[in-house]
C-alpha cells in the first residue's frame, strides 16, 4: 500500500516536530555550529541534498536561534532556499574544481582570519573534487582538500576563501582511508601543553591510514590566531591499530578502520581539573548486534607533548556516545553559557521502503550538553567497576573508588522550554507485571526512576490499546544492557525491527546501594532518544502503523520485579521550525546520468 502512494503523500505521518530538521530532502551530519556574539545568535549548518530523498551533490543547509528551541531557516524554507555553500562548477570531468562534488562536513567560528572578533563569520570545510570515496576503496590523491567560507553580513552569505583550498594534501607518506572534517578551535590549554609563545588554533580531521599498521588516525594541525589561514601538520594525534578496541566491545564500541568528523576539546570538573576527550565517528566495525557499520564514540585520554613537538592522545576511559542509530555527532563552544554543546545526526532506519512517500530522510537528536561526572564513594562489587571501559578510577586507601566520565544530557533550557504540562501517573511502587498506565501522544518526554531490578524492567512507549504495536525499553540487570525491544514497533513489516543495545553499569556505593535508574525518553514521530542517568544514550526510530500506538505504561520481564517511582510525562507541541508550513515538502527531483556519472558519484534520487 505504500509503495504505491504519491511522493510525499507520508510527509507528516513519522515526521519529527521539536527536533532540528532540515525543510524537506536529504540531511545527514551537523556542520558549523556556533554562537555568534555581536548577534545574540546560535548557527547550525547540516549536510543537504534538497529536493532528493538520498545523498548526493552534498552541500550545506542554514538556520538560526536565539535559544537552540525554535529556528529559522536562512533564505527561506522552499527548495534549495535554505542552502549556504554549494558545490563549484557543475562537473563535467575529473577536472572539476577543488569543491566541485561536495562541500563535507566542518565546522565554524565568529572570528576574522586575523583571529578578530568584528563580525565576520568563517567557517572551515573539507571540499570534495573526486567520487567515489570510501574508506573500503582506492584513495583518489587529491579527492579531499580543506578550505574556509567567510560571512561578512551575519551569515546571510557565504563566499569561498580567495586562497582557498588552504590544505591541498594529505599528510605525506599516509595512504589514507579518508581525510575531512575540520574541527577547528582556539585553545588555550592545548597551548601550554605545546609550549606555543602566542595563541593558536587547533585543527583535527577524521582520516585512517591502510592496510597492515593502519586504522584511524586524528592528524593534528596548528596555526597561529593571527593568520588562520596557515596551518601546520603536527603529527598523528592519536594511532590506534585497526578495529582495535579499548575494553569489551559493548562497552566501547571498535574503532574501525577509518575515522570520521573527529572532536578534541577539554573539559574542567568540579575541582578545575581538565579532562582531555576526542569524540570520533569509526567506519567498518559491524557486528551482528550492531548491524551499522558506523559507531560514534567518546574517549578521554592523557595528552603529552612529544619530542618533535605535536601531541599524543593515550585513552584512558572511553565508551559509545550513542548505542543506537546516532553519528557524525560533533560539538561546538557555547560562550554564551560556557558549555560543551553536543549535535548528532539521526539517520533513518526505514530500509529504503517509502522514500518517495516520506520525501526527506534523516534529523538531529536534541542538543546535549557534555560535562565531566565525578562520582565519590564506589566500590567494585562484582569486577565491573575496573575494567577499561566507560570510567576511568582512581583508588584509595579505605577500598573505595572515585570514578570519573563523560555524562551529557539534554540541554536543560531546551527540555524546560519544550515541555507543556507536566502529568504524574500515580502507580504502585513495586511492579511483578507489565501494564500500560496512560494515553500519550507522538510527541513527548516520558520520565520515570526504576530501582531494584531482578529481571529486565522499563517503560513501554508508542503502544496501540490492542497490543498489536509496542516499543520496549529495558534495563537487563544480568548483562548491564540497555534495550530497545523494535519487534512489534510497527506492523509494516519492512521497517527495521532489530533490538538496539547498548552497554550500561550502575554504580555500587560502600554503604551497599545500587543507583537507580533515571530514565528519560523523547519521542518526536518516529525518532526516539533514551537517556539513563546522563550516562547512556540511545537514539532510534520508530514508525508505527497505527494512529492509536501513543499509550505508555511499565514493562517487567517475566519473572521479574522492579520498583516504581516518578513516573512522568510531558506533551510537546513546540514546532521547531515555525515559520514553515506544517507540509514543508519538495518537488522531489531525479538527477540525470550526465548529473552523476552514470550514477557513480551518487544514486541520483
Not at 292 to 312: I, P, Y
Not at 427 to 449: C, D, F, K, Q, Y
Not at 479 to 492: C, E, G
Not at 592 to 604: A, F, H, K, L, R
Amino acid at each position: 500500500m505504500v509503495s504505491s502512494m504519491g511522493n510525499n503523500t507520508l510527509f507528516n505521518r513519522w515526521r519529527p516536530t521539536y527536533h532540528f530538521i532540515s525543510p524537506a530532502g536529504w540531511m545527514n551530519d551537523p556542520c558549523g555550529m556556533m554562537y555568534d556574539p555581536t548577534t545574540d545568535t546560535y548557527h547550525l549548518h547540516y549536510q543537504f541534498h534538497p529536493n532528493h530523498v538520498n545523498w548526493g551533490n552534498i552541500s550545506w543547509g542554514h538556520a538560526i536561534s536565539k535559544d537552540l528551541v525554535t529556528w529559522t531557516d536562512v533564505g527561506g524554507w522552499e527548495d534549495d532556499q535554505a542552502q549556504s555553500v554549494g558545490t563549484g562548477p557543475n562537473p563535467d570531468s575529473r577536472n572539476s574544481s577543488y569543491y566541485g562534488l561536495g562541500i563535507f562536513s566542518g565546522s565554524a567560528q565568529p572570528y576574522n582570519l586575523t583571529g578578530g572578533q568584528d563580525g565576520t563569520l568563517i567557517a572551515f570545510y573539507t571540499a570534495v573534487q573526486y567520487l567515489p570515496t570510501s574508506w573500503a576503496l582506492p584513495y583518489i590523491n587529491g579527492t579531499e582538500k580543506q578550505a574556509i567560507v567567510i560571512s561578512n553580513d551575519g551569515g546571510k552569505t557565504w563566499e569561498q576563501y580567495e586562497g582557498n583550498p588552504i590544505i591541498s594534501e594529505h599528510p605525506e607518506g599516509w595512504n589514507v582511508t579518508g581525510w575531512r572534517d575540520p574541527f577547528v578551535e582556539p585553545w588555550p590549554e592545548m597551548d601550554a601543553i605545546l609550549g606555543q609563545d602566542e595563541p593558536h588554533w587547533y585543527m583535527v580531521l577524521g582520516s585512517g591510514i591502510k592496510g597492515e599498521g593502519g586504522g584511524g588516525r586524528i592528524p593534528l594541525y596548528s596555526a597561529p590566531q593571527s593568520n588562520l589561514t596557515d596551518w601546520t601538520f603536527l603529527g598523528a594525534l592519536w594511532e590506534p591499530d585497526r578495529n582495535e578496541t579499548l575494553g569489551s566491545l559493548l562497552e566501547t564500541g571498535t574503532y574501525g578502520f577509518n575515522f570520521e568528523v573527529s572532536n578534541f576539546f577539554s573539559l574542567t570538573d568540579e575541582d578545575d581539573d581538565v579532562h582531555y576527550y576526542v569524540l570520533i565517528g569509526t567506519e567498518g566495525g559491524n557486528l551482528t548486534w550492531h548491524p551499522r557499520a558506523q559507531w560514534g564514540l567518546w574517549n578521554e585520554g592523557q595528552v603529552t607533548r612529544r619530542e618533535n613537538g605535536s601531541a599524543e592522545f593515550t585513552p584512558v576511559s572511553g565508551g559509545v556516545i550513542d548505542s543506537g542509530l546516532l553519528y557524525a555527532v560533533t560539538s561546538f563552544h557555547d560562550t554564551k553559557n560556557n558549555r560543551r554543546v553536543q549535535w548528532g545526526w539521526a539517520a533513518e532506519e526505514n530500509n529504503g521502503f517509502g522514500l518517495l512517500q516520506n520525501g526527506y530522510q534523516g534529523a538531529m537528536a536534541l542538543p546535549r550538553e557534555m560535562y565531566v561526572i565525578k562520582t565519590h564513594d564506589l566500590v567494585n562489587a562484582d569486577g565491573g567497576l575496573t575494567t577499561k571501559g566507560t570510567t576511568r578510577v582512581v583508588e584509595h586507601g579505605n577500598g573505595t573508588f572515585t570514578g570519573y566520565t563523560l555524562g551529557a544530557r539534554a540541554l536543560p533550557d531546551v527540555v524546560e522550554a519544550l515541555r507543556g504540562e507536566e502529568r504524574t501517573v500515580n502507580a504502585i511502587s513495586n511492579w511483578t507485571s507489565s501494564m500500560l498506565v496512560g494515553a500519550g501522544s507522538a510527541h513527548m518526554e516520558l520520565a520515570v526512576t526504576l530501582s531494584n531490578c531482578t529481571g529486565p524492567a522499563g517503560v513501554t512507549i508508542a503502544a496501540s490499546s490492542g497490543g498489536e504495536e509496542y516499543t520496549h525499553v529495558y534495563y537487563d540487570p544480568s548483562n548491564y544492557t540497555i534495550n530497545v525491544d523494535r519487534s512489534h514497533s510497527s506492523t509494516i513489516d519492512e521497517y527495521a525491527n532489530y533490538t538496539m543495545i547498548g552497554h550500561f553499569y550502575p554504580y555500587t556505593f560502600s554503604n551497599g546501594t545500587t543507583e537507580s535508574l533515571h530514565m528519560d525518553v523523547f519521542i518526536d514521530g518516529s525518532l526516539v532518544e533514551v537517556y539513563v542517568n546522563d550516562r547512556f544514550w540511545l537514539t532510534t526510530r520508530i514508525y508505527p502503523a497505527r494512529l492509536d500506538s501513543t499509550n505508555f505504561g511499565i514493562y517487567v520481564g517475566d519473572n521479574s520485579t522492579v520498583q516504581v517511582s516518578n513516573i512522568k510525562t510531558w506533551e510537546i507541541t513546540q514546532n521547531s521550525f515555525p515559520d514553515r508550513p506544517i507540509n514543508s515538502s519538495s518537488e522531489l527531483v531525479f538527477d540525470t546520468t550526465e548529473e552523476t556519472n552514470d550514477y557513480v558519484w551518487w544514486t541520483g534520487d
